[in-house]
């Protein structure tokens, strides 16, 4: 590996921590155009989508996602990038694009990209108030990274009985974290 690639992808992951997008993107792309088959360039073009999408700019990240899913034949990556096109469409408000994609990612992924899968198509059932749903997805995310299934549904029921049906996933989060 590149001294000087993976010094810049530490640089540009501790300038998106600062909210300094424009020069985070900066430095991924001289990652990438220095050259797009070093191991981190992959990284680093998901970082790009992930910063354009944490500055609000989804229609960016969205086509950076489909440029990729053109160039990429790799069933993990492609899972990848599915789970962060569901990601996407769920913020945009189109649940139904991110339910098929997380159920795209799913064929594809494993480990932490199944998770991020399973947990997006739970949000899919809260986004659309039908917490039932989602807890048996956040119970299968629960059970695969051994947390107990109980704290799904605990995070679940603070987030509906706040009546905010996003309020149950940060809270899921930090169940799973804990």
Known sequence: MSPQAEALFAQA???VQLN??????AR????VASDSRHALAFDSQLA????????????AAKDAVHRLLRE??????RAQLQARLGNIALSMGNAPQAQTVY??????????????????????NLFQGQPQAA???????????GQRPQDAELAIE????????EAGIPLFGEVVVA
């Open 72 to 77: 990429t034949q790799d069933a993990g990556k």
């Open 20 to 25: 300094r997008y424009s020069e985070a993107l």
């Open 158 to 165: 603070e987030g509906v009985a706040e009546q905010d049906r």
């Open 13 to 15: 992951g501790c300038l």
């Open 48 to 59: 790009i989508i992930d910063a354009h999408q944490t500055a609000g700019r989804d229609g």
């Open 135 to 145: 807890e048996a997805f956040f119970k299968q995310v629960a059970f695969a990274v």
């Open 28 to 31: 991924y792309e001289q990652v």
């Open 103 to 124: 159920k795209l990612a799913l064929e594809g992924a494993s480990g932490a990209t199944r998770q991020a899968a399973l947990n997006g198509l739970g949000d899919v």
